[in-house]
């Protein structure tokens, strides 16, 4: 391998084709195995609401760096979600390459380096998807501007530099807050390459230099900008308490996630797991390491290598920190220790192999590169060997873009499925989650019954299709058979709105019942002057109500007046009276006859299952107020 003797042209073309079969692979419009976690990206380019949108839906991590870039060419240049989606992804994905491959003379290191990058092997593939690989792009890109910075040709340039590398270290933390890692790694590696500067020249001495100090001071009001954005974007953010609760391992549990790693990594080598050629690269591994190894010479004690490589240092750091904080944390624990979590950790020890390889010599500089090369190569077939043998699996979308021939519809799935599904249009098709599953965007669960059609998809959550169903507090009726469509099993169902009246005697109240022709009970709650006012006029029924849309109407009489004050408020109450759902004052002037009732509508969404539901009525004196009933209609 001496790619000196390759023309550049041919050099530079062999990259291009790298990226361009990669993107055919793996971006979200050819991706076989495109999900719902990643199909919310494509769906919040779509529509992107800004500032609670600042992280993904239903959480306070993961920033929504893609789908902020996405959106632009949606909004402006009009391209499909999908297509921006990619096209951003990727777009990062090169430049966080090139940003790396700069830290490189070796052109046969580049290009293994390339293989790595855009074809990790099949259990670390999420270095191509948006999270994992996001974050380590940025990571390097400001590293990258950091180099830049110190190679600056004037004290301008350098500012300029360490401007960029500041912004691009707060969105790394905002895309991944596992990056303070790498960023407090950064910080270390700095403090020791002036340790002996602060131990002679005492802690505060760089303060006597002028540029110096203006590239503290300009990284420091970075510090306080980014931390403020950071802080504001959680504020805006659902907050996921499990995320933060019980941060680290028990023991047990410490030892439970080993063992679902070396359970996992048996199956690899003893050729059981679910991709042949992935066990292929890790006997390569196994047999290569040490002979790459034996090859290289540092030349010098390890400690003085490491001194003079500190980019080595910061990328193995990184991926022996990360790796430690894995094994000790909860969060993996709790997703089933899965290998995408890894990701990191597994580019971060490949990268550091490179650094070690450009940075020492070989007794066979050749075959060193060679073995190199033929372990990257196994690892990048395996990325995508599954999507070709024994046959072709087609990407996502063209496996389910026969939804689109529905039109309009809403659909209700399980969490894999939904937003999957409405990702291959999300013009037309708006789909949630059931009530008992993930639900991330509440919006969306409310606008699924707005569309012209509704459809359930009982893949992964039901076996059959009942008659009847309730979801998010709305009650649904089967109509017609079930369709297999875009490699689902659809069923069309229908809103039932139901419908309950409360009358004066279901009801608590303080005042006089008293017969009264024009109740539809013939019977009603009249109250006057004389009344308790800590207590509510008409209180109760203390029912359990699903999420979902209520309207309840009141059914009440006045003296007509010109009175603009409040005559009584009307509440909607959960929770026994502690939470106020909603509320409506009313006025003398608002009633019209005195010898017939009005209604006045209260409308509300239940964000979630509530109990003690209460349709209250607070008088606040004045004139004579009728109480008749109080009507419930689901939405």
């Known amino acids: 391998m001496n790619t000196k003797r390759i023309p550049s042209l041919f050099y530079y073309l062999l990259f291009i084709l790298l990226i361009l079969f990669s993107f055919y692979n793996f971006s979200a419009i050819n991706f076989p195995l495109l999900n719902s976690d990643m199909a919310v990206t494509i769906i919040m380019s779509q529509d992107l609401?800004?500032?609670?949108?600042?992280?993904?839906?239903?959480?306070?991590?993961?920033?929504?760096?893609?789908?902020?870039?996405?959106?632009?060419?949606?909004?402006?240049?009009?391209?499909?979600?999908?297509?921006?989606v990619s096209l951003i992804h990727y777009l990062i994905l090169v430049v966080g390459f090139f940003a790396m491959a700069s830290f490189f003379r070796n052109r046969n290191l580049k290009l293994i380096l390339a293989l790595v990058w855009f074809f990790p092997c099949w259990h670390f593939l999420d270095q191509v998807m948006p999270l994992f690989g996001v974050q380590m792009c940025l990571t390097i890109i400001a590293i990258y501007c950091l180099k830049r910075m110190q190679m600056g040709v004037s004290f301008y340039w350098q500012l300029l530099w360490l401007s960029l590398s500041c912004l691009t270290w707060i969105l790394c933390i905002w895309v991944s807050d596992l990056a303070i890692v790498s960023l407090m790694i950064l910080v270390m590696i700095v403090i020791w390459k002036y340790r002996q500067a602060f131990k002679d020249r005492g802690y505060f001495f760089f303060f006597k230099d002028k540029e110096t100090s203006v590239h503290t001071a300009l990284v420091l009001a970075w510090f306080i900008a980014g931390t403020a954005f950071i802080l504001y974007a959680k504020h805006k953010a659902t907050r996921t308490d499990d995320y933060y609760a019980h941060a680290i391992n028990r023991p047990g549990e410490i030892i439970a996630t080993l063992n679902i790693m070396f359970r996992s990594l048996w199956r690899v080598f003893r050729f059981s797991s679910e991709n042949f050629m992935e066990s292929i690269y890790?006997?390569?591994?196994?047999?290569?390491?040490?002979?790459?190894?034996?090859?290289?010479?540092?030349?010098?004690?390890?400690?003085?290598?490491?001194?003079?490589?500190?980019?080595?240092?910061?990328?193995?750091?990184?991926?022996?920190?990360?790796?430690?904080?894995?094994?000790?944390?909860?969060?993996?624990?709790?997703?089933?220790?899965?290998?995408?979590?890894f990701t990191l950790v597994y580019i971060f020890v490949w990268i550091a192999v490179l650094l070690y390889v450009e940075a020492t010599g070989s007794h066979n500089r050749q075959l060193r590169l060679i073995l190199l090369f033929t372990v990257a190569l196994c690892g990048a077939i395996s990325s995508f060997s599954n999507f070709y043998f024994p046959k072709r699996v087609p990407s996502r979308m063209t496996e389910m873009g026969d939804i689109r021939k529905l039109g309009?519809?809403?659909?209700?799935?399980?969490?894999?499925?939904?937003?999957?599904?409405?990702?291959?249009?999300?013009?037309?098709?708006?789909?949630?989650p059931h009530d008992k599953s993930q639900v991330r965007n509440y919006y969306l669960a409310e606008s699924v019954f707005r569309m012209p059609k509704l459809y359930l998809?009982?893949?992964?959550?039901?076996?059959?299709?009942?008659?009847?169903?309730?979801?998010?507090?709305?009650?649904?009726?089967?109509?017609?058979?079930?369709?297999?469509?875009?490699?689902?099993?659809?069923c069309q169902y229908e809103r039932v709105y139901y419908k309950r009246t409360f009358n004066c005697n279901e009801m608590q109240h303080q005042g006089i019942v008293v017969e009264d022709p024009l109740a539809e009970s013939g019977k009603s709650v009249v109250i006057s002057k004389d009344y308790d006012r800590k207590k509510h006029f008409i209180f109760g029924?203390?029912?359990?109500?699903?999420?979902?849309?209520?309207?309840?109407?009141?059914?009440?009489?006045?003296?007509?007046?010109?009175?603009?004050?409040?005559?009584?408020?009307?509440?909607?109450?959960?929770?026994?009276?502690?939470?106020?759902?909603?509320?409506?004052p009313i006025r003398s002037c608002d009633f019209q006859r005195r010898d017939s009732y009005q209604y006045f509508d209260l409308k509300t969404t239940l964000d979630k299952d509530y109990n003690g539901v209460e349709f209250r009525v607070m008088y606040q004196g004045g004139q004579e107020l009728w109480f008749d009933c109080a009507e419930l209609t689901g939405m």
Not at 318 to 340: A, D, E, K, M, Y
Not at 560 to 580: D, F, N
Request: hydrophobic share 45%; proline share 5%.
């Open 282 to 341: 890790a006997w390569a591994i196994v047999a290569g390491t040490p002979l790459i190894l034996r090859l290289s010479n540092t030349r010098s004690h390890f400690m003085k290598f490491c001194s003079s490589n500190k980019l080595f240092v910061f990328f193995a750091l990184n991926g022996i920190v990360l790796f430690v904080l894995l094994i000790l944390s909860h969060w993996v624990f709790l997703n089933g220790t899965n290998r995408r979590y």
């Open 49 to 84: 609401n800004l500032p609670a949108d600042l992280y993904f839906w239903g959480q306070d991590r993961g920033g929504s760096l893609i789908p902020l870039l996405a959106n632009i060419l949606v909004e402006a240049y009009k391209f499909p979600p999908v297509m921006a």
């Open 541 to 584: 029924p203390f029912i359990s109500l699903q999420h979902g849309t209520i309207l309840v109407r009141y059914r009440l009489r006045s003296e007509p007046g010109l009175e603009t004050r409040t005559l009584a408020v009307l509440e909607i109450s959960a929770e026994y009276g502690k939470k106020i759902l909603a509320t409506l």
């Open 457 to 490: 998809a009982r893949d992964g959550w039901m076996d059959t299709f009942p008659d009847t169903i309730t979801q998010f507090g709305h009650i649904l009726a089967r109509k017609g058979t079930e369709i297999p469509i875009g490699n689902l099993y659809l």
């Open 408 to 432: 309009d519809i809403g659909i209700i799935s399980d969490y894999w499925v939904a937003y999957l599904s409405m990702c291959m249009d999300t013009k037309h098709i708006v789909a949630t």
